[in-house]
């Protein structure tokens, strides 16, 4: 937790640590699957949980390039197209990251 916190504040701009400063498993809450995304008897199973895994991939490459659509889907070996798709269907605010 204290190295956690350590990168928090040397990746913050200013006096105030943010949540896209925190490693994504601490973000995961926010972009966890909706119910009904993959059936309600897949929702604590295997296609939940690589969703999450997906969200949390997606999360550090956004992170790591600030918001960079193109350089994210590169470092992920994906097309630009793919992980826009990826983006639209987990809601995630890419828009956060810059």
Same mark, same amino acid.
């Given at each position: +937790?204290?190295? $956690?916190? /350590?990168?928090?504040? $040397? +990746?913050?701009?200013?006096? $105030?640590?943010?949540?896209?400063?925190?490693? *994504?498993?601490?973000?995961?809450?926010?972009?966890?699957? &909706? *119910?009904? +995304?993959?059936?309600? @008897?897949? /929702?604590?199973?295997? %296609?939940?949980?690589?969703?999450?895994?997906?969200? /949390?991939?997606? %999360?550090?490459?956004? &992170?790591?390039?600030?918001?960079?659509?193109?350089?994210? @889907? &590169?470092?992920?070996?994906?097309? &630009?197209? +793919?992980?826009?798709?990826?983006?639209?269907?987990?809601?995630?605010?890419?828009?956060?990251?810059?």
């Amino acid at each position: +937790m204290e190295n $956690v916190l /350590e990168r928090a504040a $040397v +990746m913050s701009e200013g006096d $105030v640590i943010h949540g896209h400063h925190l490693p *994504p498993s601490l973000q995961m809450n926010r972009y966890q699957t &909706k *119910p009904g +995304m993959g059936g309600a @008897a897949e /929702e604590s199973g295997f %296609t939940n949980r690589v969703a999450n895994f997906e969200i /949390e991939l997606i %999360t550090e490459a956004l &992170k790591d390039t600030s918001g960079n659509q193109s350089q994210a @889907a &590169k470092r992920l070996g994906l097309s &630009k197209r +793919m992980i826009q798709y990826k983006i639209r269907q987990y809601g995630i605010d890419w828009q956060r990251f810059r």
